[in-house]
Nanobody, 124 residues
Framework: QVQLVESGGGLVQPGGSLRLSCAAS????????MGWYRQAPGKERELVAV???????NSANSVKGRFTVSRDNAKNTVDLQMSSAKPEDTAVYYC??????????????????WGQGTQVTVSS
């Protein structure tokens, strides 16, 4: 089975920085896309930033120039470096892994996974 474990959430002041990390564990062969989504109270979950196995990235316009997503394919980890944080960045941030190819009971499977979420609060 595959699990995503997030770390690094917490309280940050407006204009400050925070780094989120996510590690995928299990008998993983490869992960096509890794990244981050977020959900603020009363709002739908939205894409923040994702990165493909080949290194291509896609991010929301609201975070361009402020957040940077990166991954380590050998370690199956993805990080989100948040800078110039704004109160509207306050949300639960979820790690996402798509196209995870993993081994279970002698066979290969492919599936998508979510992390459990980590709270990020931007406030003075």
């Amino acid at each position: 089975q595959v699990q995503l474990v997030e770390s690094g959430g917490g309280l940050v002041q407006p204009g400050g920085s925070l780094r989120l990390s996510c590690a995928a564990s299990g008998s993983i062969l490869s992960i096509n896309v890794m990244g981050w989504y977020r959900q603020a109270p009363g709002k739908e979950r939205e894409l923040v930033a994702v990165v493909t196995l080949g290194g291509s990235t896609n991010s929301a316009n609201s975070v361009k120039g402020r957040f940077t997503v990166s991954r380590d394919n050998a370690k199956n980890t993805v990080d989100l470096q948040m800078s110039s944080a704004k109160p509207e960045d306050t949300a639960v941030y979820y790690c996402r892994a798509e196209g995870v190819t993993y081994l279970r009971v002698g066979s290969w499977f492919t599936a998508d996974y979510w992390g459990q979420g980590t709270q990020v609060t931007v406030s003075s």
